[in-house]
């Protein structure tokens, strides 16, 4: 049997995701029983745990749960648990762990002590018997089939989509802003001006990726799919954090890729970009709003509602990580030094 060309793997599951995220939408009745138990227990505060590219989804999932729901979030540092044995009280707190393979053992341990100190423990993975949904009280399978390249890219937006279905489900929604998920992404992975970008940043040296509110995860999880995939020293700031110092170190030499979407986050962040832009810099803005902000390349995507852009923004910067890394002679499918799984303590 002969392997798959360099970047198959990653193309397909690309490829796949208007029809994963559809059938997400189609499926959201399953999430009833958990968003039922959630709204019942009326936490007082949210903690989110994860790692890598689930934790953007988290990321993301603070976002609606302090805008759409009203209740406080957090990002939760399992190492509190697991290297210092630390015991916070979390009554009455809702525990929410994030991972694709379900196999991390430091998730799986703090998200064990998060229910013995009184947590409600959700689990949203994308592997129903893995020892991560063993150990919480409840789980959310996001479905999105089996990833076979190292870097995730379905799982990501399935991810993304099950946490908005399931806090939108916890509100009282009906999943009408998602409802037409499937087309917007579809367009949206077939979006212009990604083959261009990619040739621009074939031979940067350094990238900036950059956006506001809802689209920070977007920006987060764009460096560290360039990251991996095409070895770039890539970081990511929100637009607000940019203007306070590290835009001074962006000049011509660097790459800005920003995140600009409808509503609040694209407004802010075209500020950010207008001090960017004196600085020569080359911007990629990518969104349903990039073409109302400075840039030098424009990848425009579909309008949705603000707060689930970040499950098309990520489309095409998926599709820029693929073709940069085979452009600088890379495999997006097997990084180096990476395997699907990442097992810390």
């Known amino acids: 049997m002969t392997n798959p060309p360099p970047g198959e793997r990653m193309r397909a599951e690309i490829a796949e995701q208007p029809e994963v995220l559809a059938g997400l939408v ?14 019942a227990a009326r936490p007082r505060f949210v903690l989110f745990a994860a790692r890598g590219t689930s934790d953007h989804a988290a990321l993301y999932a603070k976002y609606l749960t302090e805008v759409l729901l009203g209740l406080p979030a957090g990002s939760v540092s399992p ?12 009554t009455d707190v809702l525990y929410v762990t994030v991972s694709q393979s379900g196999g991390s053992p430091d998730l799986v341990e703090a998200t064990h002590a998060a229910r013995a100190r009184g947590a409600l423990t959700v689990a949203v993975t994308n592997t129903a018997d893995s020892p991560l949904a063993g150990a919480a009280e409840l789980a959310v399978d996001i479905g999105a089939g089996p990833e076979l390249a190292v870097a ?38 077939g979006a212009e001006g990604v083959e261009e970008a990619v040739a621009r940043l074939r031979f940067v040296d350094r990238v900036v990726t950059t956006g506001r509110g809802y689209s920070s995860a977007t920006a987060a999880e764009a460096a560290l799919k360039l990251a991996e995939t095409s070895y770039l020293p890539a970081r990511a700031y929100s637009a607000a954090d940019l203007l306070h110092g590290p835009v ?24 950010a970009l207008e001090v960017v832009a004196a600085s020569g810099a080359d911007i990629i803005a990518a969104g349903s709003a990039a073409a109302s902000v400075p840039a030098t390349l424009r990848i ?46």
Do not use: M, N
């Open 26 to 39: 189609e499926r959201r009745s399953a999430l009833a029983d958990v968003a039922g138990r959630i709204a």
């Open 79 to 90: 190492s509190t648990t697991t290297l210092y044995g630390a015991k916070p009280d979390l």
């Open 152 to 189: 995730a890219t379905k799982t990501y937006t399935a991810t993304l989509l099950s946490l908005y279905l399931l806090i939108d489900a916890v509100r009282g929604g009906s999943g009408e802003a998602v409802a037409d998920i499937g087309a917007l992404s579809a367009a949206a992975l």
């Open 248 to 271: 001074a170190a962006v000049d011509k030499e660097t790459a800005v890729v920003a995140v600009a979407s409808a509503g609040r986050g694209g407004d802010a962040v075209r500020e």
């Open 300 to 345: 425009e995507l579909p309008e949705a509602p603000e707060e689930v852009a970040p499950i098309l923004e990520i489309l095409p910067l998926q599709r820029l990580a693929h073709g940069l890394a085979l452009a600088r002679g890379g495999d997006p499918d097997a990084p180096r030094g990476l395997s699907k799984v990442t097992r810390t303590r």
